[in-house]
């Protein structure tokens, strides 16, 4: 199998709430995205060689997703921005993950950092956590 470009994995935000259109994040270079469901560990006096035993489904589902880039005043990050500042309700953001699938789901703005070289660019960070139910369409 071919390996996947980095620029594949997109993250947008939607452009207003429930227009199921969405925008792409402006600015940003290096994207990560995590899935988790943890396992519960169950190991009681009957397990067997008192080894640890783990179960699945017990655990609570996350996702999150964080970015990083060049910082550039675009609607989309003064979007983030303005969520985070004003502790409004979760954005709903679609990642699109290459060859895995589309997740989109509302995410709040855990943290925006802007840092920067007074002879370079302005940069961003930020990282988002699932905040409800996130849907999710496996590629086809």
């Known amino acids: 199998m071919a390996s996947k470009k980095?620029?594949?994995?997109?993250?947008s935000?939607?452009?207003?709430?429930?227009?199921?259109?969405y925008t792409q994040v402006a600015g940003l270079r290096a994207k990560q995205f995590i899935h988790a469901d943890p396992s519960t560990v169950?190991?009681?006096?009957?397990?067997p060689g008192?080894?640890?035993?783990?179960?699945?489904?017990?655990?609570?589902?996350?996702?999150?997703?964080?970015?990083?880039?060049?910082y550039t005043?675009?609607?989309t990050q003064r979007k983030m921005f303005n969520a985070l500042w004003?502790?409004?309700a979760p954005l709903n953001y679609k990642i699109a993950v290459p060859g895995l699938g589309v997740f989109i789901g509302p995410f709040?703005?855990?943290?925006?950092?802007?840092?920067g070289n007074h002879d370079g660019e302005l940069g961003f960070s930020a990282q988002f956590d699932s905040?409800?139910?996130?849907?999710?369409?496996?590629?086809?």
Request: hydrophobic letters at 30%; zero cysteines; glycine letters at 10%.
């Open 73 to 75: 005043s675009h609607a």
């Open 86 to 88: 004003n502790a409004s």
């Open 108 to 115: 709040t703005n855990d943290s925006l950092d802007l840092s």
């Open 13 to 21: 935000v939607e452009d207003s709430p429930g227009s199921a259109t």
């Open 42 to 47: 169950v190991t009681d006096e009957q397990s």
């Open 131 to 140: 905040a409800g139910e996130i849907a999710y369409t496996p590629a086809s």
């Open 50 to 70: 008192r080894f640890e035993e783990r179960e699945t489904g017990y655990a609570v589902k996350s996702v999150r997703f964080s970015g990083n880039g060049r």
């Open 6 to 11: 980095g620029r594949e994995l997109i993250i």
